[in-house]
C-alpha cells in the first residue's frame, strides 16, 4: 500500500488563472448576478443550483453561431435522461467550426510514408463549400445518411462537415474493416452516398482497396452516387455513371458562399457503433 502525504504537487499561477476562459466567465457572471464565485468549486455548485442560466450564459459567453431560442434552456431541468438542452433552438455544428475564414493552417496532415499536407481556414471552408454544392447536385437532403469509408486525411473532414452543413447524417467506417463488417454497418442505416478511397498505406506497405469496395457497392441498393477520393492512385478503380471524383468537383463546383442547415439541438448527425463486427448503430 502506498501512502500519501497529501502535497500539493502543482498549482497554476495567479497570471495562468487570470488567463483561463472559466475566470473570465466567473467575471461575467459575477458582475450579472451580483455573485462572489472565485473558484471551481463554487462555480460548478452555481451551475447546479442554476441550471438554467448556466446553460443561457455558457451559449453567450462563447458566442456560439445560431439561434439559442427563448427561456427555458434546459427543459425539464432535472429529468436525466429526458432533458432538453436549448429545446427551442437551432445551430449548425459545421457552421461554428468553420468560424474562421483566414490563411492560418487549420489542419496538419502527415501519413506514415511522410506525405505532408496543411489546409488553411479559406481552403478548407472552400472545399466544404464545394463537396456541399455537389450533395446539393446529386440530391442529398437533410436526415440522409452519407457513409464515409476513409482512413485520417484531411478530406474525411471536409465530407464530414459537408455532410453537417447540409443536415445530413454521418457514419465511417475505418478503411482496415473487411468487407462483411463495412456492410453489416451502412446496410443498417441506408446511405445515398458513399465516400471512399482507392487505398491506404500502413505499416509501410500500400493496401489497395479496390475489390472491397466494388463489393460494397454492389450490395448497398441505397447508394445513388459514389465519391472516390484517390490516395495510392492506382491504376484501375471501378468507376460508373455514379461514381464521381474528388478532385473534379473542386473544379466544377466552386461556389464562393456556404450555407448551413441549422438543426434543433438534439437532432442527430453522427451515426456511430458498438464494438464487434455487428454493432448497432447508435445517434
Avoid at 472559466?22 to 467575471?27: G, I, L, V
Avoid at 448527425?269 to 463486427?277: D, F, L
Wanted: glycine share 6%; charged share 25%; with cysteine.
Amino acid at each position: 500500500m502506498i501512502e500519501s502525504d497529501n502535497k500539493l504537487l502543482w498549482s497554476p499561477s495567479e497570471e495562468k488563472i487570470k488567463s483561463s476562459s472559466m475566470y473570465h466567465f466567473m467575471e461575467i457572471i459575477n458582475k450579472k448576478y451580483a455573485l462572489n464565485i472565485h473558484n471551481y468549486k463554487d462555480l460548478h455548485q452555481w451551475s447546479i443550483n442554476n441550471r438554467n442560466n448556466f446553460w443561457g450564459e455558457i451559449w453567450d459567453f462563447y458566442k456560439l453561431i445560431g439561434e439559442k431560442g427563448t427561456d427555458p434552456f434546459l427543459f425539464p431541468e432535472n429529468e436525466m435522461p429526458g432533458t432538453k438542452f436549448f429545446p427551442k433552438g437551432k445551430i449548425s455544428y459545421a457552421e461554428n467550426i468553420l468560424k474562421k475564414n483566414d490563411d492560418d493552417t487549420a489542419i496538419i496532415f502527415q501519413s506514415e510514408d511522410k506525405i505532408y499536407r496543411e489546409l488553411s481556414w479559406k481552403e478548407l471552408k472552400q472545399q466544404v463549400a464545394s463537396t456541399v454544392e455537389f450533395f446539393n447536385f446529386i440530391g442529398l437532403k437533410k436526415g440522409d445518411r452519407v457513409a464515409a469509408y476513409l482512413p485520417n486525411i484531411p478530406e474525411t473532414i471536409v465530407v464530414m462537415l459537408a455532410t453537417t452543413a447540409i443536415g445530413g447524417i454521418f457514419s465511417s467506417a475505418s478503411p482496415d474493416f473487411g468487407s462483411e463488417g463495412v456492410l453489416d454497418r451502412f446496410g443498417q442505416i441506408e446511405p445515398k452516398i458513399l465516400i471512399t478511397t482507392d487505398g491506404y498505406n500502413y505499416n509501410g506497405k500500400e493496401i489497395n482497396l479496390q475489390t472491397k469496395v466494388e463489393e460494397i457497392i454492389k450490395k448497398l441498393p441505397s447508394l445513388k452516387a459514389t465519391l472516390l477520393i484517390p490516395f495510392i492512385k492506382c491504376d484501375r478503380f471501378f468507376r460508373n455513371d455514379n461514381t464521381y471524383l474528388y478532385s473534379e468537383i473542386l473544379e466544377k463546383f466552386n461556389k464562393k458562399i456556404l450555407n448551413f442547415e441549422r438543426l434543433n439541438l438534439d437532432d442527430p448527425i453522427y451515426i456511430m457503433y458498438s464494438s464487434g463486427t455487428t454493432g448497432k448503430p447508435k445517434c
